[in-house]
């Protein structure tokens, strides 16, 4: 157990208080899927996860919370802490979170498309007529989403988000998410991968505006291999999905308690991430667990 005070469990992530200024955020290996947290937990996903999110903030030219990864800093840790947290810790400034959830989206697929299908909604109000699945849409668009009581994220319209969070501070998340997701998508279309869609969090630290907790990974973007990708039907992608399709044999009704993964499912999800991380960054995954890539 870390020996900083606990302030706060995710899906995947733990969260501590070093100070009154700064946070330690911890990916765990945890999976989750239709909001249902899996019995097995998939080795290393949690260092896939932060390891892709240092390669993008220290790629992305925008301001962010992290403020490095060495954990000598934080004297309240113990040896056995700093080996368990090696390649799956940030220490970031604390902010104030905007309750926003922004999404981009530059094809139409999973939530989007089936609302989209069924006659519209909040995240396709401004589309055209006769798109397929998995089309690319003329431009990307900025879908908002907020978090629901239950966990979920709830799609709202332009005119809600604007109600909720005012018109200048959506024009700026708007802004800049937009700017984010088109040079992502250029970078990791020069390797050979599509992002398809993602989402990112912002929240205030001393008046500034930061792009806060994971960016760019698996879990908080769809990543399409290039050459599987032809509109009209299903793509495969470099994250749960390939879980979520193995749930989807079994006879569960999607509420806890879930079917324990058997272990080919387990390596393959692993696999995924993997592949994700050394194919969207160029380097080696094992280079990042020995410490050789910062």
């Not at 733990?14 to 019995?39: K, P, Q």
């Not at 089936?114 to 006659?119: F, K, L, N, P």
């Not at 992002?195 to 792009?211: I, P, S, W």
Request: net charge negative; glycine share 8%.
């Amino acid at each position: 157990m870390v020996a900083l005070p606990h302030i706060a469990s995710g899906k995947v992530r733990e969260i501590y208080e070093i100070d009154e200024s700064r946070l330690l955020f911890v990916a765990t290996d945890r999976i989750s899927a239709y909001d249902v947290i899996l019995n097995q937990t998939i080795p290393d996903k949690g260092r896939v996860l932060t390891g892709l999110s240092l390669h993008f903030f220290d790629f992305l030219d925008t301001p962010n919370h992290l403020l490095g990864t060495d954990l000598s800093s934080v004297s309240a840790l113990n040896s056995d802490d700093a080996t368990h947290l090696t390649g799956r810790a940030m220490i970031v400034r604390r902010a104030e979170v905007v309750p926003v959830e922004c999404v981009v989206r530059g094809y139409l697929y999973g939530s989007s498309w089936r609302e989209y299908r069924d006659g519209g909604g909040p995240t396709t109000e401004h589309l055209p007529e006769g798109l397929s699945m998995a089309d690319r849409l003329d431009e990307p668009i900025f879908t908002p989403a907020t978090k629901a009581a239950s966990g979920h994220d709830e799609n709202i319209t332009e005119a809600e988000t604007r109600e909720l969070i005012g018109d200048a501070i959506y024009e700026e998340l708007k802004r800049r998410s937009l700017d984010i997701y088109l040079k992502a998508a250029h970078y990791a279309a020069q390797r050979g991968v599509i992002l398809a869609d993602t989402k990112f969090e912002f929240g205030h630290a001393d008046g500034e505006l930061l792009l806060v907790d994971e960016v760019l990974t698996p879990d908080s973007s769809r990543y399409w291999p290039s050459d599987e990708w032809e509109p009209g039907g299903e793509v495969p992608s470099f994250d749960k999905q390939y879980v979520r399709e193995w749930l989807e044999r079994q006879p569960w009704d999607k509420t806890p308690p879930p079917p324990d993964l058997p272990d080919e499912i387990v390596d393959g999800t692993r696999a995924r991430y993997i592949e994700a991380y050394e194919r969207i960054t160029g380097h080696d995954f094992d280079a990042y667990l020995s410490g050789q890539i910062a």
